[in-house]
Nanobody, 127 residues
Framework: QVQLVESGGGSVQSGGSLRLSCAAS????????MAWFRQVPGKEREGVAT???????TYADSVKGRFTISQDSAKNTLYLQMNSLKPEDTAIYYC?????????????????????WGQGTQVTVSS
C-alpha cells in the first residue's frame, strides 16, 4: 500500500524560503512519477512540479527559477525547495504519485492521473 506524508509547511514572509518533504512508502522497485500540486480553497488545483524516477523534472511557469523538486531514493523522500516566495504561492500543497511499467512520455499530467495523494500541508506567504 502506497502512503505519502507531507511535512514542512508553515508561514513565511514574502521573499522567504520553505522546504516541503514527502515521505513515501510502498514504492519499492517501482517506476513512478511524483509531483507537487497546490490548491487554494475555491480554486482549481494547480500542478507545481513533477519528477520521474530518472530525475527528469518539470515546473509550472509560475514557479520556474524559484522552486526546485528533488528526490532522495535511498530515503524514499520527495522534496520541494521553495525560494523567493510570493503571497500568491499561498495554498495547501499536496504530494502525489503514480506507478507505471515500461516507458512513459513524461510526468506532467493532470491531477486525476495521479493515484496516490498525501494529506496536504499549508503554506502561507505574507506580504
Amino acid at each position: 500500500q502506497v502512503q505519502l506524508v507531507e511535512s514542512g509547511g508553515g508561514s513565511v514572509q514574502s521573499g522567504g524560503s520553505l522546504r516541503l518533504s514527502c515521505a513515501a512508502s510502498g514504492f519499492t522497485y517501482s517506476s513512478r512519477c511524483m509531483a507537487w500540486f497546490r490548491q487554494v480553497p475555491g480554486k482549481e488545483r494547480e500542478g507545481v512540479a513533477t519528477i520521474n524516477t530518472d530525475g527528469s523534472a518539470t515546473y509550472a511557469d509560475s514557479v520556474k527559477g524559484r522552486f526546485t523538486i528533488s528526490q532522495d531514493s535511498a530515503k524514499n523522500t520527495l522534496y520541494l525547495q521553495m525560494n523567493s516566495l510570493k503571497p500568491e504561492d499561498t495554498a495547501i500543497y499536496y504530494c502525489a504519485a503514480f506507478k507505471y511499467i515500461g516507458l512513459i512520455d513524461g510526468c506532467r499530467r493532470p491531477g486525476d492521473e495521479y493515484k496516490y495523494w498525501g494529506q496536504g500541508t499549508q503554506v502561507t506567504v505574507s506580504s
